[in-house]
């Protein structure tokens, strides 16, 4: 396919295709349904053969995350994705990456938990995606698309934002998004960087290049000096400021004059826009704030329109997880409800705004 | 004869290896790591690979042996390091692979990662130091402990109905078809540390020239851990380990 031409692809495949185009160096993943395209995509397309990127089909999760600690660590552009039980058994090697800040790219198509679930989407990793599902403090950026267009899109941007903080990066995506078709523009096919752009771009890492010429590049988590440790510790969190203060993405529809300001992200995001169409047309004013950035939250985006808005309403696919966040954000200012569907059951438009048209009753606007 | 007139270049039969760090070493009087560490330093700097080496140090007492060998080295979580190691080799095909691992990271937490990466004939070579316990947090039943043999976690021997059976790994591994080179060892004297080292950098060799997946393991002493001198220890191992694990090339492909 050519470049700048519109393509019709399932969300997985976006993802397969913006690997290769984006130069990623390293693929490794495991099968696990509603994500078993991207893995199936990528051995269909052999980029091993045109750009020289590795695609492995790895023992497990366990395998192909360190594999992703293995090869960010050597300076790579390595990815893995998987779904959310999956991911349940990467969150160690997440925090091990992160404390060695290590760039790389995970991908979470979720499903419906706990346990196995179901392999219907869901939403019901946000928590374990922004607060850290491994052991210790440590922050992962997240990215939430809510079309097949940004699954594509922010495989390269995900790659950029893990590169500029050396941190593991996350897209939060769902079987919604990852399986649905739509028309997508890839990106231009760029080229995989040299060994000596690696050198230049990464001087941190495990690689070889140039040691005798300079001291050994060491990455470990282990420190037994708690001083020296703690230090570390103050470190990465002086980092996770940094990138809270500058890395803040968000999407806002019709927030401006409206009474009740809907936020969702992902796929729920593309159900509340909807709705919130609908409802404008029946003259209710509603409005629709979606995180593209999941973390770093967007706080201060929040409590701007809780001034302004009469209500606040989260929609989710989980028992209400980022609801949380919007209430540390608003802090009390603005009433914040909360509707959620689990497992699997998506919510209607229909549903979103008989439960908006609720809330406003209840303060009297319609 | 003065100590300088002794100290002169003509009379130098030995010296420490170049890639090995002046630091002080953690490891206990009378333990293996050590003279692999050695080994290792010299295999590397024979070889002239030392901007093309990189080492996976797994968690367990050789978790600090990035302090000690000048060479880029990353830090594996419990077991990982085959998976480290795969990714590495993969994406610096160029480049010296290698892991270090002792028998609880390497035969049971990492079993699954050992197995796959030997058998998909990754072109890595694994250093597998079996001291038959785990020796870092304090002496623990591994799953290569012989039958019968006291630990902190069988205080009265192990037993077979109890605890299950030794695992013979490098067996196994020698059944694999990714697996090119096979091989078991040790450093009880100087004749089996120069034993060891023509295995390890067989290893390297075949490694380099991208001849599939190398598994070298050293039968290895822990005084502090078994609770013996070291030269009891030495002896104890050749009574008893030496039995159960046999000595040599298991495969040469």
């Known amino acids: 396919m050519k470049d700048n031409e519109y393509v019709l692809l399932k969300g997985n495949e976006a993802i397969a295709h913006a690997a290769i185009r984006c130069g990623c160096d390293g693929f490794f993943g495991y099968p696990i349904t509603p994500q078993s395209e991207i893995l199936e995509t990528l051995s269909l397309l052999k980029p091993w053969e045109t750009t020289g990127m590795v695609v492995l089909q790895a023992e497990s999760e366990v395998a192909a995350i360190n594999m992703l600690y293995g090869g960010g660590g050597s300076g790579k552009r390595v990815m893995t994705t998987s779904s959310s039980p999956g991911v349940a058994l990467m969150q160690e090697g997440m925090s091990y990456m992160a404390v060695c800040e290590i760039p790389a790219l995970i991908v979470n198509v979720q499903r419906g938990g706990p346990g196995l679930g179901t392999i219907q989407p869901s939403q019901s990793d946000y928590l374990q995606a922004t607060v850290g599902g491994g052991n210790g403090d440590y922050q992962t950026i997240v990215l939430a698309p809510a079309s097949v267009q940004e699954m594509a899109d922010f495989v390269d941007l995900a790659f950029q934002l893990a590169f500029r903080w050396r941190n593991p990066a996350m897209i939060l995506s769902d079987g919604v998004i990852g399986q649905m078709m739509e028309k997508v523009v890839l990106p231009p096919q760029r080229p995989r960087r040299t060994e000596e752009e690696i050198a230049r771009e990464c001087p941190w890492a495990v690689n070889g290049h140039g040691v005798g010429r300079r001291k050994p590049n060491i990455m470990t988590s282990l420190e037994l000096d708690p001083a020296i440790m703690e230090e570390r510790n103050l470190r990465l969190q002086e980092k996770y400021l940094r990138i809270r203060q500058s890395e803040v993405r968000c999407e806002t529809y019709l927030c401006d004059d409206a009474d009740i300001v809907l936020t969702a992200f992902g796929s729920v995001a593309r159900i509340c826009k909807e709705a919130v169409g609908n409802l404008r047309r029946q003259g209710v004013k509603a409005g629709l704030l979606r995180p593209i950035t999941l973390w770093p939250f967007p706080e201060k985006e929040i409590a701007a329109l809780a001034g302004r808005a009469r209500a606040i309403m989260v929609a989710e696919m989980n028992a209400g997880q980022m609801v949380r966040d919007v209430r540390a954000a608003v802090e009390g200012r603005t009433p914040v409800h909360f509707y959620g569907r689990m497992g699997g059951m998506v919510p209607s438009p229909q549903e979103i705004e008989d439960q908006v048209k609720l809330h406003l009753k209840e303060i009297n606007l319609i | ?253």
Not at chain 2, 84 to 98: G, H, I, S
């Open chain 2, 1 to 253: 004869m003065t100590r300088e007139d002794i100290l002169q270049p003509q009379n130098l039969v030995y010296s420490k290896p170049r890639l090995m760090n002046d630091t002080g070493m953690h490891y206990c009087p009378g333990c293996s790591h050590g003279v692999v560490h050695k080994l290792i330093a010299e295999i590397i700097d024979e070889m002239h690979l030392q901007e093309k080496t990189i080492g996976i140090c797994p968690v367990g007492c050789a978790v600090f042996a990035y302090r000690y060998l000048d060479v880029d080295w990353l830090e594996a979580a419990h077991g990982r390091a085959p998976a480290v190691a795969t990714a590495c080799k993969r994406l610096w095909p160029d480049r010296l692979v290698f892991t270090y691992q002792g028998d609880g990271d390497l035969a049971c937490i990492g079993a699954c990662e050992t197995i796959h990466a030997l058998n998909r004939g990754e072109k890595i070579t694994v250093i597998f130091i079996n001291n038959a316990i785990y020796g870092m947090t304090g002496g623990q039943m591994a799953p290569t402990t012989p039958l019968g043999m006291k630990t902190s976690t069988c205080p009265y021997g192990r037993q077979a109905e109890l605890h299950g059976y030794p695992l013979n790994i490098t067996d196994m591994a020698a059944t694999l078809p990714g697996t090119a080179y096979v091989s078991r060892q040790s450093v009880h004297s100087v004749a089996a540390i120069n034993k060891t080292k023509r295995a390890l950098r067989h290893a390297f060799e075949n490694a380099m020239s991208g001849k599939g997946s190398n598994l070298v393991e050293v039968l290895s002493t822990c005084s502090a851990g078994w609770k013996k001198t070291p030269v009891e220890a030495n002896r104890w191992m050749e009574e008893n380990i030496f039995k159960l694990y046999r000595l040599g090339d298991l495969k040469d492909q």
